[in-house]
């Protein structure tokens, strides 16, 4: 269902980016950029007294022409960003919900692996999988 | 090709030899398979045929090496030195009449012969299949449809195993079947290399596939169609039945632990974690499995294969399939991009259960196992001797010989074990899957890293795999180390004053001294220097004077009388020991006590008052001096200059250990008033503390 999907690490550099169709990469590329300033303005926006209802899921963060652009934070600010297809109208929010839900356990097993220096670039073949499961969709 | 050969034998050797249909597609069949690499017709790439395969064949043809001899002989020596087709087919023809125990000539081959058997490499098969020859030989050319996918992928890597096996079978075959197996030579014949031999002990699977394969193309047109189903069938059976055998027992596959490996990984657990039923941490494993000297990312990846769960930490069959996964690796084989089925910690878990499970296998398997096992077992030791072993020089051990008995008696037991693997079925398309993945795996690799990993588990191994273990440990675990998280630095030792570490080092002590001094502190005086000299006697108050001046030009002047002080204290102390054997010494001595003790009294209550042990030692020891001053006085002099000058060095080496001994005291005295400092310190703090405590504790 995702035409792109990025996870960018709590400094806004991203760890894992990933979009079909690959010619357009770089629009996607800038696309997440972009919207890590949403993701910024909606985390803060939260307040400090809800930080710890704050939920992870910022919802859709904006709508272009072509797609749609979700975000989602986790409590370690590692943030999330997932652009769909605007044709593909059948995606619902609970639909979003769940692939990032996904996303979030794929990047939590990333983490456990003891191998893995948090803030290196994921090259899990496990979450390579999952994300293509979610991206393959789309074809 | 099968006419051509035949009658190109029959012309080359100058002989009309008959060849049967049989024959001849058997002997194309081996004639193929020896002459893979060289299509040309060579039989071999090298001339030599010994060397080669055909030698090889031959070899496995169990005949004596001269009638072997004998056999080139005929055939082959007329020619150019190499085998062509025709010297093959007639070298193959006296080798069949040799194993029929008639006379190795060419006139025994004009009649028919059966067809030779060659009993090793290629040939176990044969003997498997020997109890139910044209059964077997039928099915394991019925085109299987699920098979031929699998067969299909490995194609690449298997067919050269398959290409082993299927002149092998072919004699076996009934002669219905023989045309298939004919048919599959041309299938087989392009896929092969020099692994054929190799390979040949792959399962029974292997083979079924690759015939189901190649059956598939050529056979349709050779078969009639109504033994095609009751084939296919038995096929199928096969088929499944050897998968689980080849997942399970399999001794070539590089994703199986054996018994040996699982021990050594078991011990491995043990000395990271006592608990065999509780987890190795996440940094545990890290740091032991970076020994490895694999890259990181490759660890990572073992890691998020074994670790099914997903914890961050490892059980024991998730640690076995990490070490296994890691052991594969060094061997040379790439990872898989799935965790194999025999590496699932469910499938590890029981691990007392792996044995009986075979047991089980075992006991359903045991008829046809003798002859199969010897076989299996002489392969595996040709499969050794051959196969190259770049990691590990250790003899390759045959540590499938229990898990491999199940192998080849698979085959022979299919119908028999219909009900098994029907039961097995699921775990025998997870088997295809996951074998189908493996072999995915480089062809090079594979025949020679069955085996490579195989060297893993033997005794030998596993020694050397702990010295290996323990190198790591010694080079890597310093990298571990540092990658390790570094305990937090300890908070900075007060050093200051802690003159400790550096106590026998007077220079120091002299500083700290004059630092203690300076801090108001009254240390017990050092008066080192001057010591030496106040041992002299004649001029000894001469000494004296001019130590004490030494001392004074070195120390501050309220300290110099404190180390005269001193001086004079030690002095006593020894002297007081020596103060009967040696009056003579102690008389100038005790002059000099006598000159310096007035000043030196009040000097001496005060330190007293700080250090008392010492001073009242040293106190007493001069009273009992000053005491005995008066009686010694009228001795004197003359006589004391030789003997003091004797005794000079005695009392010197003895004043400097005790200063040393003044030294150490001193330094024991200032820690012990820091220690009481400290000691006020803390119980201030602690009332301190228990004053801001709110009583909350009801």
Not at chain 2, 216 to 221: E, I, M
Not at chain 2, 262 to 289: H, M, T
Not at chain 2, 666 to 674: A, I, M, P, V, Y
Request: aromatic residues 6%; hydrophobic residues 30%.
């Amino acid at each position: 269902m995702a035409v792109c999907v990025a996870v960018i690490a709590k400094e806004n550099y991203p760890l894992y980016i990933r979009s079909i169709p690959t010619e357009n990469e770089l629009k996607f590329h800038y696309t997440v950029h972009t919207s890590l300033d949403v993701v910024d303005e909606k985390i803060s926006a939260m307040g400090k007294a809800l930080v710890d209802q704050r939920e992870l899921y910022l919802g859709l963060l904006y709508p272009t022409e072509d797609y749609k652009v979700y975000g989602y934070v986790t409590n370690s600010k590692v943030k999330f960003v997932m652009v769909v297809d605007s044709s593909n109208t059948a995606l619902r929010d609970n639909e979003i919900r769940s692939m990032f839900r996904k996303l979030h356990n794929s990047y939590t097993d990333v983490m456990c692996n003891p191998f893995y220096n948090p803030g290196d670039c994921i090259h899990s073949r496990a979450f390579d999988n999952m994300v293509t499961s979610m991206m393959m969709q789309v074809c | 090709m099968e006419q051509g050969p035949g009658g190109a034998a029959a012309g080359g050797a100058g002989l009309l030899l008959p060849l049967s249909d049989t024959e001849q597609q058997r002997y194309s069949e081996l004639f193929s398979l020896c002459c893979s690499p060289a299509p040309e017709g060579g039989s071999a790439p090298a001339p030599a045929a010994g060397g080669s395969k055909v030698g090889d064949l031959f070899r496995a043809s169990q005949l004596p090496a001269d009638t072997l001899h004998q056999i080139t002989e005929l055939c082959g020596a007329k020619r150019v030195g190499y085998f062509g087709p025709a010297q093959f087919y007639v070298a193959l023809k006296l080798i069949a009449a040799a194993q029929s125990g008639l006379p190795v000539r060419i006139e025994s081959i004009k009649s028919e012969l059966p067809l030779p058997r060659f009993m090793a490499l290629k040939n176990d098969i044969e003997m498997r299949y020997g109890n139910a020859a044209e059964i077997l030989g039928v099915k394991f050319q019925i085109p299987h449809p699920i098979l031929e996918k699998n067969s299909f992928r490995r194609s690449d890597e298997g067919d050269k195993k398959q290409e082993t096996k299927s002149p092998p079978m072919s004699p076996m075959c009934s002669p219905p079947a023989s045309p298939s197996n004919y048919q599959r030579i041309p299938l087989s014949y392009g896929y092969g290399k020099s692994r054929s031999k190799l390979e040949q002990p792959h399962g029974v699977s292997y083979e079924a596939r690759h015939s189901t394969h190649q059956q598939d193309g050529p056979a349709t047109g050779n078969y009639g169609s109504k033994s095609a189903l009751v084939h296919s069938s038995l096929s199928r059976f096969l088929s499944v039945e050897s998968e689980p055998q080849d997942s399970s027992n399999y001794p070539d596959d590089p994703w199986r632990i054996t018994e040996e490996q699982r021990e050594y990984y078991i011990n491995q657990f043990k000395s990271l974690q006592p608990d065999l039923n509780s987890l190795i941490s996440g940094s545990v494993a890290k740091n032991f499995f970076t020994k490895s000297k694999l890259p990181i990312p490759e660890l990572s990846h073992v890691w998020e294969l074994s670790d099914v769960d997903c914890d961050g930490a490892l059980t024991l069959p998730e640690f076995c399939a990490a070490f296994h996964l890691i052991v594969a690796r060094k061997n040379g084989y790439p990872l898989p991009d799935m965790l194999p089925e025999t590496l699932l910690p469910d499938y590890l878990q029981p691990a007392s259960l792996k044995p009986k499970r075979d047991c089980a296998l075992l006991d359903s398997y045991s008829e046809s196992l003798s002859v199969s096992q010897q076989t299996r077992d002489f392969n595996r030791t040709e499969l050794e001797t051959v196969c190259e072993d770049p990691t590990n020089s250790e003899p390759l051990i045959l540590f499938d010989v229990a898990t491999s008995i199940v192998e080849p008696t698979s085959v022979e037991e299919m119908p028999d074990k219909s009900a098994l693997t029907q039961d097995a079925n699921s775990d025998d398309n997870q088997a295809l899957n996951i074998s189908t993945t493996t072999k995915t795996i480089p062809k090079d690799f594979k025949p020679s890293q069955h085996l490579s990993v195989k060297t893993v588990v033997q005794e030998s191994n596993t020694l050397k795999a702990r010295p290996r273990s323990r190198s790591y440990s010694s080079t890597s675990i310093e990298e571990a180390m540092k990658k390790g998280e570094e305990p937090p630095m300890p908070p900075p030792r007060p050093q200051k004053s802690h003159s400790r570490a550096s106590s026998l080092d007077l220079n120091k002590i002299f500083q700290q001294n004059t630092q203690a001094v300076k801090s108001g502190w009254l240390p017990p005086p050092p008066a080192l220097p001057p010591r030496p000299f106040v041992s002299q006697q004649g001029p000894h108050h001469v000494t004296n004077t001019e130590s004490v001046a030494q001392a004074k030009s070195s120390y501050v002047e309220f300290r110099l009388k404190e180390q005269t002080e001193q001086v004079s204290e030690i002095e006593l102390h020894p002297q007081m020991n020596r103060a009967p054997s040696q009056t003579e010494e102690s008389s100038p001595m005790r002059k000099e006590i006598l000159l310096t003790q007035p000043p030196s009294k009040p000097i001496r209550r005060k330190f007293r008052s700080e250090n008392q042990m010492l001073e009242n030692q040293e106190l007493t020891p001069t009273s009992s001096v000053t005491s005995s001053l008066p009686a010694v006085k009228p001795h004197l002099p003359a006589q004391n200059r030789q003997s003091s000058k004797q005794k000079r060095a005695i009392q010197t080496a003895i004043r400097k250990n005790k200063e040393a001994n003044a030294v150490l005291a001193r330094l024991n005295s200032e820690l012990q008033q820091q220690l009481k400092e400290v000691h006020k310190e803390r119980i201030a703090l602690e009332t301190q503390l228990e004053q801001l405590r709110p009583v909350t504790v009801l």
